[in-house]
């Protein structure tokens, strides 16, 4: 079956301006989490939805990142007046259900602020 | 706040040896995620496991959650297996979605 889905691969934006980034999981996938990497760094927690419950945010680094998820599938993660460290690599992954479910990852989207 | 050290940062070996890779954590937890990272950035989950060992392919993965440590195998390591391997707990211990991740090893198999 499809697998995780992340849109766009690319994206180029110039400082200031908002971006949306979207993650379409696994069909029947009840958890999704976003992560990012920056260039060189390792893998950064961001934010984690289960099911209807509240969304774990704690990893978000500002104000400016926000995410929800719609109708307990499709998410869209938004970042505000982005800045050039905002540059990296933004995953997606979703699992069954609980978190000892394996974790499948989208391809992610590469993110550059000019 | 779980922290999470994985040893080495870098290996290199020649086609066939045997591969171990380790990871370290520092808060109790009710499982592991073994990660691979292809050198095209896509991430792939090789193991998931709470206790014991899983075995898949040439790939064995074991915990022991009571000394807080996990080891990656690979047997007759293949240039193939070339990657980046990462090691992944819940931050805050238990069996949280909040995952925290090693900084990596990075494997290079020569043929």
């Known amino acids: 079956g499809a697998g995780v889905s992340q849109s766009p691969s690319n994206k180029v934006t110039e400082k200031g301006k908002d971006v949306e980034l979207r993650c379409d999981p696994i069909?029947?996938?009840?958890?999704l989490y976003w992560y990012r990497q920056s260039l060189g760094q390792g893998l950064e927690f961001l934010i984690y939805f289960q099911g209807n419950s509240a969304p774990d945010k704690s990893g978000l680094p500002s104000d400016r990142f926000s995410a929800e998820r719609t109708g307990g599938s499709v998410s869209t993660l938004t970042i505000q007046r982005t800045q050039q460290e905002d540059s990296a690599v933004y995953f997606c992954?979703?699992?069954?259900?609980?978190?000892?479910?394996?974790?499948?990852f989208g391809p992610g989207t590469r993110l550059t602020v000019l | 706040k779980n922290e999470v050290e994985q040893s080495p940062q870098n290996l290199t070996a020649q086609e066939g040896e045997f591969i171990t890779i380790n990871c370290s954590y520092s808060v109790g937890i009710s499982a592991l995620h073994w990660l691979q990272q292809h050198p095209g950035g896509g991430i792939v989950s090789l193991f998931m496991l709470s206790s014991g060992k899983k075995k898949h392919g040439r790939l064995i993965a074991t915990i022991n959650i009571q000394e807080k440590h996990s080891s990656l195998h690979i047997t007759a390591s293949h240039p193939r297996d070339s990657a980046v391997y990462i090691c992944?707990?819940?931050?805050?211990?238990?069996?949280?979605?909040?995952?925290?991740f090693g900084k990596g090893t990075k494997l290079s198999v020569k043929p």
């Open positions: 992944a707990v819940p931050n805050y211990g238990g069996s949280q979605g909040n995952l925290i």
């Open positions: 069909s029947g996938h009840t958890a």
């Open positions: 992954a979703s699992s069954l259900g609980a978190v000892l479910d394996t974790q499948y």
